[in-house]
């Protein structure tokens, strides 16, 4: 018997592979390779994710109203608006399956999130790269793809893993290109880290129009990549379908609790802010020193290129392994079509010193 057909699709989908956790032979090792938060959540956090180990027999409340005002209260948002995720991943996917389907398009940049992709093929929908130009979203491209079988522009602002930016002018005349009837998915997973005034992370888009969608995480500033927590900023609609097709308790009771709790501890945020504001600046000079380039990111990691150097030195495969063999781990960027470059997330002073010394030794060495 050949067992159960999957669905058209599924099988052209190349599974997601995360940043690695372990490297054979070392007993500690500087993980830089999922940017995670370089200082791990706050302790008070960490307290509240405790504090309710003794009623984990309970379900959660499945809407998530305590967090839901929370977030709307510091943003300024609409709690009936907001809808709460297992990260935002779980809402990239649940959009995808509500909006697109067999015979349309999804739409994204070349070196987009791999999760776009993916959720378009889950659903049998035909996912569609538009190039871009210096690493960064070009908006041109995207609008230059989109016809009556695009249902949904995915953009990652800043983007990973290429760290680049839409300013709000671009993505303003970005939404003005696409039809009424496509939605615009702004993932805005790295938007506390940044501190420009272009920028918008689409929150203003939210407001204004019923097709635009914000989705944020508390993976990253708050360090709560763990427990899996995320929220979509929507109109009334779209978050009336999304709360039809999620999980009744789709978020944890101890995330719910977690989240809550980082939300509110602004101080320990700005502490994270500060230090990755510092160690990124720092990080980009002392490699850019070795003769090597780094591309501008806004982000909580940069990209690395090896393509400036000579030989086997150029092959940035082999720069990772260096790295892995002195118990430091970074992102391959072959999937997204970026093989020449490392992307390295920013962590401890110490922890940046340290990959600067071995990317010395393999630069001279």
């Known amino acids: 018997m050949a067992g159960p057909i999957p669905n058209p699709g599924i099988l052209d989908i190349a599974p997601y592979v995360g940043g690695e956790s372990h490297a054979p032979g070392q007993a500690k090792v500087i993980k830089l390779a999922s940017n995670e938060g370089a200082l791990g959540p706050s302790p008070k956090a960490v307290a509240a994710y405790q504090a309710v180990a003794d009623t984990i027999h309970r379900y959660p409340d499945g809407s998530g109203k305590a967090l839901r005002q929370a977030l709307a209260k510091r943003y300024g948002y609409d709690p009936e ?115 420009l005034n272009d920028y918008s992370n689409g929150a203003e888009f939210v407001e204004s129009f019923p097709n635009v969608v914000m989705t944020r995480t508390f993976s990253k500033i708050h360090a709560l990549g763990g427990i899996r927590l995320g929220w979509a900023y929507c109109s009334a609609n779209v978050a009336d379908v999304l709360n039809r097709v999620r999980g009744p308790f789709n978020v944890s009771s101890p995330a719910l609790a977690a989240g809550l709790a980082a939300l509110e501890d602004v101080e320990f945020a700005e502490k994270s802010l500060h230090l990755n504001e510092e160690n990124r600046a720092w990080f980009a000079r002392a490699v850019t020193e070795l003769g090597l380039k780094v591309h501008p990111s806004v982000a909580n990691f940069v990209l690395v290129d090896f393509s400036v150097l000579l030989g086997q030195k150029a092959d940035a495969e082999l720069a990772r392994q260096h790295l892995k063999s002195r118990g430091i781990l970074v992102r391959q960027m072959g999937a997204y079509g970026l093989g020449n470059c490392l992307r390295v997330s920013i962590g401890l002073r110490e922890e940046m010193e340290q990959v600067v010394t071995a990317l010395g030794e393999w630069v001279h060495g």
């Open 81 to 195: 608006r907001i809808v709460l995720g297992a990260g935002s991943d779980e809402l990239l996917q649940m959009l995808a399956k509500c909006y697109a389907g067999p015979g349309t398009e999804v739409l994204y940049s070349r070196h987009g999130f791999l999760i776009y992709p993916i959720a378009a093929k889950s659903v049998g929908a035909t996912p569609i790269a538009a190039p871009e130009k210096d690493l960064k979203a070009d908006v041109d491209a995207l609008l230059a793809r989109v016809n009556e079988r695009t249902r949904i522009v995915f953009i990652a602002n800043p983007n990973n893993p290429t760290g680049s930016y839409l300013t709000s002018r671009e993505l303003a005349k970005l939404h003005a290109g696409l039809p009424e009837h496509v939605l615009l998915v702004i993932d805005a997973a790295y938007a506390e880290y940044i501190r």
